[in-house]
C-alpha cells in the first residue's frame, strides 16, 4: 500500500495560486491567508483534494459526510449575503462544486470512474463481457418479467438478489486493492478496474429492479 | 418519456422470445450488454442449408426500447441469408421505431447481439466471418 501523502504530492506537484482580490498568495485552503476572502474552490484541486483525501479508491463514509457538511458551512450562500457580489457568485459556484464533489465521492461507481481518469495513463484496455453474469441477470430478469410471483419465485428472487448484492460489494472491495496497483504504477490493473466497474454497474441496475419487485410485491 | 407506438406494440407482444439450444450447431447465440443502463441481450439464430436464418429468439434485460429492438432485429433477421442479416444496422431499428437520441445505445446493443451471434455460428461452423466485421462478443456503446 503506497503512502497516501507521497501519491498525492507526486500527482498533484506544487501549485501556488494568486488571490482573485489581494493578489496575494492564497495558500491551500478555500479562503485566502492574507486577506481571508472566499477562493475558487477548483483551485484547491481535485475532488480529493477537496476532501484533503489522497487520491485512493477507499474512502471513509464518515469522514466524507463530516468534511462535506464542514464545508458546506463554508460555502453557503446564506452566509454571504452582505458581501460583494464577486464574493456571492464564489460561494455559489464552490457549493455547487462541493456538491459535485461529495456526491461522486460518496457514489462507489462514480468514484471509481472519476480516479480512473485521474490515475490511468493513456493506456487502452480490451474490455471483457462478463458472459456468465449476462445469463444470470437474464434468467433473473425473466423471473422480473413474471406478472405473478409464487412464494418459491419470491425465494428465488430473494436469493438471487443476495448473492448479487454479496458479488456487488466484492468488486466494490477489490477497486481499492487495484487502484492501489495502478497508483503505483502498474497499467494491467486499468483494465481490471474496468471490468470490475462494468461489472459493478451491471449488478447495481439488476439488484435496483429486483429491489423494485420486492417491494411492489410486500 | 414518450415511446412511439411501434416501440410500444413490440414491448407489448414481443415478437420471437425465447431461447434456441445454444449447445445445436446450427444455433449462433450472441450475448452482449451495455454497462451504463445495466441491460443485457441475447440474441439466437437458427441457420439452416444455404445460410438461411430459419428462426431468431431473442431474450432481454432491460428497457422497453431494448426488447422493442431485439424484438424487430429478430422479426427481420428471419428468412434473410447470413450475408444479408450482417448489413442490418442499428439506424435501420433507429428509424423503424423512431427511437429518441437517449434510446440510441438500444438499437447498438441489437446489432451488437445479431453480429455477436452470426459470429458464433460462423465460429462453430469453422467458417469465416465476412470483412469489417471481426467482432465476436463486445459490448454496446453506450
Redesign the interface.
Known amino acids: 500500500m503506497p503512502n497516501p501523502e507521497s501519491v498525492r504530492t507526486a500527482l498533484d506537484g506544487a501549485a501556488k495560486h494568486l488571490c482573485w482580490s489581494c493578489r496575494e498568495e492564497t495558500g491551500e485552503g478555500p479562503f485566502c491567508e492574507s486577506c481571508v476572502k472566499i477562493q475558487p474552490a477548483e483551485l484547491m484541486g481535485d475532488y480529493f483534494a477537496l476532501f484533503e483525501l489522497p487520491r485512493a479508491y477507499a474512502v471513509d463514509a464518515q469522514y466524507l459526510k463530516n468534511k462535506f457538511y464542514e464545508l458546506s458551512r463554508k460555502f453557503h450562500p446564506d452566509f454571504y449575503g452582505d458581501k460583494t457580489d464577486a464574493e456571492k457568485t464564489l460561494a455559489r459556484d464552490n457549493s455547487a462544486y462541493l456538491n459535485t464533489a461529495f456526491r461522486t465521492l460518496s457514489d462507489p461507481i462514480k468514484r471509481a470512474e472519476y480516479l480512473l481518469v485521474r490515475c490511468a495513463r493513456g493506456y487502452r484496455v480490451d474490455?471483457v463481457?462478463?458472459?456468465g453474469l449476462?445469463?444470470e441477470?437474464?434468467t433473473?430478469?425473466?423471473l422480473?418479467e413474471k406478472n405473478s410471483l409464487s412464494s418459491e419465485d419470491l425465494t428465488t428472487l430473494r436469493e438471487t438478489g443476495r448473492v448479487f448484492a454479496v458479488r456487488q460489494d466484492e468488486r466494490i472491495v477489490s477497486l481499492a486493492g487495484l487502484f492501489d496497483r495502478l497508483v503505483a504504477g502498474d497499467d494491467a490493473a486499468k483494465g481490471e478496474i474496468e471490468n470490475a466497474?462494468?461489472e459493478i454497474?451491471?449488478l447495481?441496475?439488476?439488484l435496483d429492479r429486483i429491489d423494485q419487485r420486492l417491494h411492489k410485491t410486500i | 418519456m414518450a415511446y412511439s407506438e411501434k416501440v410500444i406494440d413490440h414491448f407489448q407482444h414481443p415478437h420471437n422470445m425465447g431461447s434456441l439450444d445454444k449447445n445445436d450447431k446450427t444455433v449462433g447465440t450472441g450475448?452482449?450488454?451495455a454497462?451504463?443502463?445495466?441491460?443485457?441481450m441475447?440474441l439466437q439464430l437458427k441457420i439452416g442449408p444455404g445460410n438461411v436464418i430459419e428462426d431468431a429468439k431473442f431474450?432481454?434485460?432491460g428497457c422497453g426500447s431494448a426488447i422493442a429492438s431485439s424484438s424487430l432485429a429478430t422479426e427481420w433477421v428471419k428468412g434473410k441469408t447470413i450475408e444479408e442479416a450482417m448489413k442490418l444496422k442499428n439506424t435501420d431499428i433507429v428509424n423503424e421505431l423512431s427511437l429518441p437520441p437517449v434510446k440510441i445505445h438500444c438499437s447498438v446493443l441489437a446489432e451488437d447481439a445479431l453480429k455477436a451471434a452470426l459470429a458464433d455460428y460462423l465460429g462453430k461452423n469453422g467458417q469465416k466471418v465476412p470483412d469489417g466485421e471481426p467482432e465476436k462478443?463486445?459490448?454496446g456503446v453506450s
Open positions: 474490455l463481457p462478463p458472459q449476462f445469463e441477470i437474464l433473473a430478469g425473466e422480473l466497474i462494468n454497474k451491471y447495481r441496475t439488476i | 450475448i452482449v450488454g454497462p451504463e443502463c445495466g441491460d443485457v441475447k431474450k432481454t434485460f462478443t463486445k459490448e
